[in-house]
């Protein structure tokens, strides 16, 4: 069982001063990395899964991470951002300024479905597939509703996109794969912020599937049509 953010405070960080309470923060930056791997690694599955799940303590991690910041403050520190930290909040600073997203996805063999959402004073979205292009329903999952665009942008953001790796690959983990699935996310903005992409070759961040969910891809259909 996780404990609550304040729960956290009272156990690890009470009474610390900031050069403590600086390491605490390290350590807990440190636990969100390899919670985070062990997720994204190929093998992350096929050993049944301890409870807290890796995503439930990952969830509770960045929270004490966020108290353990605040108690950094309240000790007089000042908390300076990391360049992967200054990514994140530069992609979450920009996130409303989204005006295309572009999410690719396939193989060699089967070609390349995108998926285009394309964020004006309304939403559009549609799905190409070589030459052919279909018009793409989107629901909000809680709602069942369909995606504004600012529900759509509040989901984006649920899913800390700005915290994935520019590129993903199987050889972080030691494996190399021929062929099978490749992928590329592209960012296009209003406001003259250069594109972002973030790309992989059979190799995913932890919550991939929530991003096929939300361009309405359905993982269970896909197999079954295998």
């Known amino acids: 069982m996780m404990i609550s953010p304040e729960g956290y405070y009272e156990e690890h960080l009470k009474g610390k001063n900031k050069e403590q309470i600086m390491t605490v923060i390290r350590g807990l930056k440190q636990e969100i990395g390899r919670l985070k791997n062990a997720m994204e690694s190929p093998d992350y599955g096929v050993k049944p899964i301890m409870h807290p799940s890796e995503d439930t303590r990952l ?3 960045r929270e004490y991470l966020e108290r353990a910041k605040q108690a950094f403050a ?33 193989g ?43 529900t ?39 406001n003259g912020h250069k594109p972002v992409r973030f790309d992989g070759d059979n190799s995913y961040p932890y919550n991939f599937d929530k991003l096929q969910m939300l361009f309405g891809i359905d993982e269970t259909e896909e197999d079954e049509d295998e």
């Not at 309240?74 to 992609?91: C, I, N, R």
């Not at 309304?122 to 069942?144: F, H, I, Q, V």
């Open 74 to 106: 309240e000790a007089g520190g000042t908390y300076t951002l990391s360049k992967s930290e200054e990514k994140v909040a530069d992609f979450d600073a920009n996130m409303d300024a989204i005006c295309k997203i572009t999410f690719s996805i396939g």
């Open 152 to 190: 759509f942008i509040a989901a984006l953001r649920d899913l800390r996109i700005g915290e994935w790796l520019r590129r993903y690959s199987t050889k972080r983990f030691g494996y190399t794969v021929c062929d099978g699935t490749q992928w590329e996310l592209e960012f296009e903005y209003s």
């Open 108 to 150: 060699f063999f089967g070609g390349y479905r995108s998926y285009v959402v394309e964020l004006s004073d309304r939403l559009k979205a549609y799905t190409k597939l070589w030459e052919d292009e279909e018009p793409l329903s989107l629901l909000d999952g809680d709602n069942e509703e369909p995606f504004t665009k600012d």
């Open 59 to 61: 969830h509770w991690t």
